[in-house]
């Protein structure tokens, strides 16, 4: 079992910047894969970075070149740099965890861009 708790969201004007942070805790040495997805009213969940623990890195095209997922070297944290948000980067955003065939989720942090 792997808990997940997200911290750092909240409300930014449209060009600004805030940074999510996701503690891990729990069979942490299983997880292979880090990340952090996103839920907009009436939208589906969408991926919008992973990382491994090898550091290897992804991002959602919409957020290419604006946000940077990060992690510590023990897998107990990781981290979203979210830049320039836009109004349509409202969302509430998830952290993720994967281990062998079990996907775990925190609770979300809401994050409102205004314009």
């Known amino acids: 079992q792997v808990q997940l708790v997200e911290s750092g969201g909240g409300l930014v004007q449209a060009g600004g910047s805030l940074r999510l942070s996701c503690a891990a805790s729990g069979s942490i040495f299983r997880i292979n894969a880090m990340g952090w997805y996103r839920q907009a009213p009436g939208k589906q969940r969408e991926l919008v970075a992973t990382?491994?623990?090898?550091?290897?890195?992804n991002y959602a095209d919409s957020v290419k070149g604006r946000f940077t997922i990060s992690k510590n070297n023990v897998r107990t944290r990781w981290y979203l740099q979210m830049d320039s948000l836009k109004p349509e980067d409202t969302a509430v955003y998830y952290c993720n965890a994967q281990h062998d065939a079990l996907t775990y989720w925190g609770q979300g942090t809401q994050v409102t861009v205004s314009s």
């Open positions: 990382i491994t623990p090898d550091g290897s890195t």
